[in-house]
T-cell receptor, first 112, second 113 residues
Framework: ETGVTQTPRHLVMGMTNKKSLKCEQHLGHNAMYWYKQSAKKPLELMFVYSLEERVENNSVPSRFSPECPNSSHLFLHLHTLQPEDSALYLC???????????FGPGTRLTVL | AQKITQTQPGMFVQEKEAVTLDCTYDTSDQSYGLFWYKQPSSGEMIFLIY??????QNATEGRYSLNFQKARKSANLVISASQLGDSAMYFCAMILVAQKLVFGQGTRLTINP
């Protein structure tokens, strides 16, 4: 595996479900990010981790819970989501927080 | 406030022609970086090119070049000899010392055969 991978690629869940999105980077980077991309809106930065410490949390609802167990893995735990949370969730990594970010293929989430 | 503006929601270009995608930015920071990303229908965001605010020469990467006009705060992407595979959404983005990557709304580019 190379670059940034994300699983699953597609996810459909009900509002009462609990699920997790996984991101893994094989680039030896120190920073990882979660973004949300909704239709007709710019990408929204959700969370930033640098050296496994959260450095940014952009007023994201608590139903989204990130976890960064090591510098190569990033999770986004989801629970009691709303239909408006349906979007493409993109993970990215960079050598450090000021460097070029490389993105994964995204998880397309649909909340019913 | 930091902002990226892409005024072209959609563009249609004939194959093999050059195309310019517009991007203007707004920041009071002196140090910043500008990026262009390509997003095909598959969803992946692909890094294309980077320009630093202190770089005196325009960045180039293969068929991609960035027309950086600092005084006008513009960072247009130029794609030479367009190909059918260039059809995608293109996003201009800016990173600041505060470490946030700010994206524009994107331009959907369609290359016609």
């Amino acid at each position: 595996e190379t670059g940034v991978t994300q699983t699953p690629r597609h996810l459909v869940m009900g509002m009462t479900n609990k699920k997790s999105l996984k991101c893994e980077q094989h680039l030896g980077h120190n920073a990882m990010y979660w973004y949300k991309q909704s239709a007709k809106k710019p990408l929204e930065l959700m969370f930033v981790y640098s050296l496994e410490e959260r450095v940014e949390n952009n007023s994201v609802p608590s139903r989204f819970s990130p976890e960064c167990p090591n510098s190569s893995h990033l999770f986004l735990h989801l629970h009691t989501l709303q239909p408006e949370d349906s979007a493409l969730y993109l993970c990215a990594s960079s050598q450090d927080v000021i460097d070029t970010q490389y993105f994964g293929p995204g998880t397309r989430l649909t909340v019913l | 406030a930091q902002k990226i503006t892409q005024t072209q929601p959609g563009m249609f270009v004939q194959e093999k022609e050059a195309v310019t995608l517009d991007c203007t930015y707004d920041t009071s920071d002196q140090s910043y970086g500008l990026f262009w990303y390509k997003q095909p229908s598959s969803g992946e965001m692909i890094f294309l090119i980077y320009q630093g605010s202190y770089d005196e020469q325009n960045a180039t990467e293969g068929r991609y070049s960035l027309n950086f006009q600092k005084a006008r705060k513009s960072a247009n992407l130029v794609i030479s000899a367009s190909q059918l595979g260039d059809s995608a959404m293109y996003f201009c983005a800016m990173i600041l010392v505060a470490q946030k990557l700010v994206f524009g709304q994107g331009t959907r580019l369609t290359i016609n055969p």
